[in-house]
T-cell receptor, first 114, second 119 residues
Framework: AQSVTQLDSHVSVSEGTPVLLRCNYSSSYSPSLFWYVQHPNKGLQLLLKYTSAATLVKGINGFEAEFKKSETSFHLTKPSAHMSDAAEYFCVVSDLSSASKIIFGSGTRLSIRP | GAVVSQHPSWVICKSGTSVKIECRSLDFQATTMFWYRQFPKQSLMLMATSNEGSKATYEQGVEKDKFLINHASLTLSTLTVTSAHPEDSSFYIC???????????????FGDGTRLSIL
């Protein structure tokens, strides 16, 4: 069985400061992990994905995430937050046992203070 | 990149009306599409998996007769909310995977969602 936990429902940072959104997963097989961003009343946009290649994954808009198997984590980071980063972020896991299904985390709302 | 188009983006209708939502993969073929429901400030909840040429697979607790899914081609799936009532008001999102890239570790591509409001 697979599951994903986003540890923070809301994160608030000042513009120009680092962003850290935390995600822990559970998977019976080698997982694929994704981060998606959702702006208000919009669908989801893929930020980055991990699929058993390099453990440090670089995505769009300056975001990156590191797969740490020993910690079962896949935290999302960005060195310097921008106002346009304010949105809802979802950590997602899938594995070969899931028959194409993916499991969403509960989401983290990122707020950026001027 | 892969694009999924969802239409309409916003629907307001009277109670008892049936509403159809379309999900199209514009530049790739999708054997499987997914339909999600999202309540305000909550995560996405998978409603059903739409399989081209066969019946959809519904998640536990989702009424098949209420939410009719048709996947008639490799680029189009439709969700019809039959006899909609105010409690059906929600944000509905579809997604699709590019079949040419296999399953398992490929990301899903999401539509922009449909805001359904039942009066």
């Amino acid at each position: 069985a697979q599951s994903v936990t986003q540890l923070d429902s809301h994160v608030s940072v000042s513009e120009g400061t680092p962003v850290l959104l935390r995600c822990n997963y559970s998977s019976s097989y080698s997982p694929s992990l994704f981060w998606y961003v959702q702006h208000p009343n919009k669908g989801l946009q893929l930020l980055l994905k991990y699929t058993s290649a390099a453990t440090l994954v670089k995505g769009i808009n300056g975001f990156e995430a590191e797969f740490k198997k020993s910690e079962t984590s896949f935290h999302l980071t960005k060195p310097s937050a921008h106002m346009s980063d304010a949105a809802e972020y979802f950590c997602v896991v899938s594995d070969l046992s899931s028959a194409s299904k993916i499991i969403f985390g509960s989401g983290t709302r990122l707020s950026i203070r001027p | 990149g892969a694009v999924v188009s969802q239409h309409p983006s916003w629907v307001i209708c009277k109670s008892g009306t049936s509403v159809k939502i379309e999900c199209r993969s514009l530049d790739f073929q999708a054997t499987t599409m997914f339909w999600y429901r999202q309540f305000p400030k909550q995560s996405l909840m998978l409603m059903a998996t739409s399989n081209e040429g066969s019946k959809a697979t519904y998640e536990q607790g989702v009424e098949k007769d209420k939410f009719l899914i048709n996947h008639a081609s490799l680029t189009l799936s439709t969700l019809t909310v039959t006899s909609a009532h105010p409690e059906d008001s929600s944000f509905y999102i579809c997604s699709a995977r590019d079949r040419s890239r296999g399953v398992g570790n490929q990301p899903q591509h999401f539509g922009d969602g449909t805001r359904l409001s039942i009066l």
